[in-house]
């Protein structure tokens, strides 16, 4: 800093508010400051302002994927937000699993940083307990079907499930079958699943048949995972996949093996990913609102919300059914 303040002949101080954004510093005097932190090549001390302020400009985002399609478009939402505030978002990955997800909050919170974004509602006890005691706004993504630890982002699955479950009823299906990837630790298909099989029974329906896969969504895996579920039911008309990737390449597979769709089997993914518009067919879907989601919860972390308060928020979005190509015309 002293380089800083010798190289643009200002005080210490002076450079230390225009680095840090605060008071009043006049525009000559501020690109001065800055020319000169470029040119000597000047990084702040961030230890050294989080030692007195007990904070660091982090704001963890733990997530469960980086190879799912999902999450990238909530990360942008999150930076759009964040980069103008001064905030720095830190990502960790769980890969689904709980114990994971209880080392990386541990770590993240260890920074003291501003703020913890992470997906899902559902933690183990020593992550809700640690979450509970964090003292910085936390906000759950991606999910309001429960009760967060301070505030809420995302849609109602269930209610995405049974809406889903409506159009396929509507349209003729009768004999349906559930395809999911990441189960049993995917809390927010389980939820989708769930609302999905009680639309079904109220109209009497049952699923016909269902097939779960522990690992990560791929095109093969969706494509395997259909192949095994036409051969074993041969008689069932309607596929509901857990996400687009194993409907994309469940929607592949039937295509090559000559299966009309949506006549003799229709299709159903969730997410609404971008992968969709390269298919030969517009895979029927469901937007789940991420690039929102990200924007949202971020701007609770800011504190940029209209009413200015900081936490403690439930929002719920509505996604959007897509049809597409792969649902009979009602």
């Known amino acids: 800093m002293r380089d800083v303040s010798e190289a643009s002949g200002v005080s210490e101080m002076t450079v230390s508010r225009v680095l840090r954004n605060r008071g009043d510093v006049s525009d000559g005097t501020r690109e001065r400051v800055l020319e000169a932190a470029r040119r000597l090549g000047y990084v702040p001390n961030k230890i050294a302002g989080a030692l007195a302020s007990q904070r660091v400009n982090l704001v963890g985002v733990i997530i469960p994927s980086l190879s799912n399609m999902v999450f990238p478009e909530v990360m942008t939402g999150i930076s759009d937000v964040l980069e103008d505030t001064g905030l720095q978002p830190v990502v960790g990955v769980t890969n689904y699993l709980p114990e994971r997800e209880e080392s990386v909050i541990y770590e993240m919170l260890s920074w003291r940083p501003s703020g913890l974004i992470l997906a899902g509602l559902e933690h183990s006890e020593a992550s809700q307990a640690m979450l509970a005691q964090a003292g910085v706004p936390v906000v759950e993504i991606m999910d309001i079907d429960g009760t967060p630890v301070d505030s809420a982002v995302g849609i109602s699955h269930r209610r995405a499930g049974r809406q889903m479950a409506e159009a396929i009823v509507a349209a003729g299906y009768r004999r349906i079958a559930f ?99 390269g298919l030969p067919r517009r895979l029927a879907t469901m937007d789940a609102c991420r690039l929102d989601i990200g924007r949202l919860a971020a701007e609770i972390i800011a504190g940029k919300r209209p009413d200015g308060i900081v936490g403690g928020e439930i929002i719920e979005l509505t996604p959007t059914l897509q049809p597409g190509d792969t649902i009979r015309k009602v």
Request: charged share 25%; with cysteine.
């Open 179 to 277: 395809l999911g990837t990441q189960m049993p630790n995917d809390h927010r298909a389980k939820k989708r699943l769930a609302g999905f099989e009680e639309a079904l029974a109220r109209e009497g329906l049952q699923l016909a048949d269902r097939e779960f896969y522990s690992g990560g969504s791929a095109l093969l895996k969706g494509r395997e995972m259909t192949e095994a579920v036409l051969k074993r039911s041969p008689d069932v008309d309607f596929l509901y996949y857990s996400n687009d990737m194993i409907g994309a390449g469940g929607l592949l597979y039937c295509l090559d093996q000559g299966i009309d769709v949506p006549g003799r089997v229709g299709l159903a993914g969730f997410n609404g990913v971008e992968l969709l518009d």
